[in-house]
Nanobody, 123 residues
């Protein structure tokens, strides 16, 4: 399993970014894919998740109404559209895969991780 996260960058408060997680070695229908973030000094937290075959979604309270997770099975890629970004969203964002095929908020359940992409939101 390989996950390649991309799309991070520097954006002003109120701006938007779209992160991509390109997966190889797996079929998205069989895995839950989660987006996590970790800021310096903070624990890694789940931002959003999309389950496999059902495509159910889960959002952290901080992400609801601003972030949207989606996937393109043909491209084997999961996206995280982030709108109305705030300085508090600054972190390294990681995507991860869980073969349980349903979403959880426990990072330890996700067995495969991408390398992370930096998101920096300036005020």
């Amino acid at each position: 399993v390989q996950l390649q996260a991309s799309g991070g960058g520097l954006v002003q408060a109120g701006g938007s970014l779209r992160l991509s997680c390109a997966a190889s070695g797996i079929t998205l229908d069989d895995y839950a894919i989660g987006w996590f973030r970790q800021a310096p000094g903070n624990e890694r937290e789940e931002v959003s998740c999309i389950s496999g075959s059902a495509g159910n979604t889960l959002y952290a309270a901080s992400a609801k109404g601003r972030f949207t997770i989606s996937r393109d099975n043909a491209k084997n890629t999961v996206y995280l559209q982030m709108n109305s970004l705030q300085p508090g969203d600054t972190a390294v964002y990681y995507c991860a895969a869980d073969d349980a095929n349903f979403c959880t908020v426990v990072a330890g359940n996700f067995g495969s991780w991408g390398q992370g992409t930096q998101v920096t939101v300036s005020s």
